[in-house]
Structure formats: C-alpha cells, structure tokens
C-alpha cells in the first residue's frame, strides 16, 4: 500500500524556519517526482514546489521562491520542505504528493503556522 | 501563476447533473492535456479524479468525466449522490514546470 505521512509542521514566528518532511513507503521512491501543496485555512490548494526522480531539477512557485529548498534523500525514501523567512501568509496545511503529469497519492498533511 | 478560475459553487439534487468549468490561458490548460481534477470532503486531503483531461483512476465512478475546449477544461458529474457534495478544484500543468490550480468549486447537492 502507497503511503505518504508528513511531519513536522507546528508553530513558527514571522522570519523563523521550519522544516518538512514526508516519508514514503509502497512504491520505488526513486522513480517518482515528489511536490508539495499548501492550503490556507478557509482557502484553496496551491502548488509550491517540486523535485525530480533524481532529485537533479527543481522547482518553485513565485511565492516561496528563495525562501523554500525542496529535497529528497533515497536511503530514507523522504522528501523535505526547508522553508525560510517564513511568513503570515505561509500558514497552511501543506501536503506532499506524488506527481506525474498529476498528484496521486497525497499524504494527510501537516499544519504550519506563522505567527508571534 | 495566476489562478485557474472556476464558479465558487454549484448544486444538483440527487440524479441529477452538473459540470464545473475551469478556465485558464493557453499557457496552462489551453497549452497542454495535462488537466487534472480533485475531490476533497472537509478535513481530508485531496483525492484525484480525473487525469490528462478526461481519464478516470480505477475506483473512479464513471460519473464522473472531464472534458476541455480550448482554454476551458470541464468536470460533470452525472447521477448526482449525497456523497458527491464536497470541494472539487481543477489543475493544469504549466510553462517551466510550474502548475496551477483553480480556486475551488463548492458542490451542493440539495
């Protein structure tokens, strides 16, 4: 069975970091490109970022760019969100999904909020 | 990376149906047959229903179908069921690999 769970999600204050993580189990980690998507309260999905099979390409939604580092370690079978200089506006449920030419499966999410 | 627009809700009684458009540029949805449409039910993560356009995952009802017209993709559903009402949001691929969502769609059924 395909399952993604992510974690480390909780508090953060405007300016602090925080980092993700989204461990995989049921299908060969490597083959797949891994993304993540957030959802503000009361809001709609938003893609943030994304990261090759090989973990050699990635890429970032004009809204985290700079601020947000996605990566991948193969002997964990984990994809990371390393997200800096966080703000209000980057609090959400942020979910990690495989993608193809679509996202299937998604975790459950974990919820990041920024606030002092 | 603008948002793909679709109507903020639409309703059906049961049987009935209904279909969500989702209008990008043709640099998203009017560029590419990658479209893809997701349920999601209140607390839960999204769950994929249609893919490329108009193809269904296995465990997909088929009533469920997508379509698309130029810079308008389309999701209907037919035979309306209580457990059908939920948020339902399109995406497309877009240039440099970047994807866009819509704003989401609230289904109502009466």
């Known amino acids: 069975e395909v399952q993604l769970l992510e974690s480390g999600g909780g508090l953060a204050q405007p300016g602090g970091s925080l980092r993700l993580s989204c461990a995989v189990s049921?299908?060969?980690?490597?083959?797949?490109?891994m993304s993540w998507v957030r959802q503000a309260p009361g809001k709609g999905l938003e893609w943030v970022s994304s990261?090759?099979?090989?973990?050699?390409?990635?890429y970032y939604a004009d809204s985290v760019k700079g601020r947000f580092t996605i990566s991948r370690d193969k002997s964990k079978n984990t994809v990371y969100l390393q997200m800096n200089s966080l703000r209000a506006e980057d609090t959400a449920v942020y979910y990690c999904?495989?993608?193809?030419?679509?996202?299937?499966?998604w975790g459950q999410g974990t919820l990041v909020t920024v606030s002092s | 990376q603008s948002a793909l627009t679709q109507p903020r809700s639409v309703s059906g009684s049961p049987g009935q149906s209904v279909t969500i458009s989702c209008t990008g540029t043709?640099?998203?949805?009017?560029?590419?047959?990658?479209v893809s449409w997701y349920q999601q039910h209140p607390g839960k993560a999204p769950k994929l229903m249609i893919y490329?356009?108009?193809k269904r995952p296995s465990g997909v009802p088929d009533r469920f179908s997508g379509s698309k017209s130029g810079n308008t993709a389309s999701l209907s559903i037919s035979g309306l069921q209580a457990e059908d009402e939920a948020d339902y949001y399109c995406?497309?691929?877009?240039?440099?690999?970047?994807?866009?969502f819509g704003g989401g769609t609230k289904l109502t059924v009466l």
């Open positions: 999904a495989t993608v193809g030419n679509w996202f299937d499966p």
């Open positions: 049921g299908f060969t980690f490597s083959r797949y490109g």
């Open positions: 990261i090759s099979g090989s973990g050699g390409s990635t």
């Open positions: 043709s640099s998203d949805v009017g560029g590419y047959n990658y």
């Open positions: 490329d356009v108009s």
């Open positions: 995406c497309s691929y877009a240039v440099s690999y970047t994807w866009v």
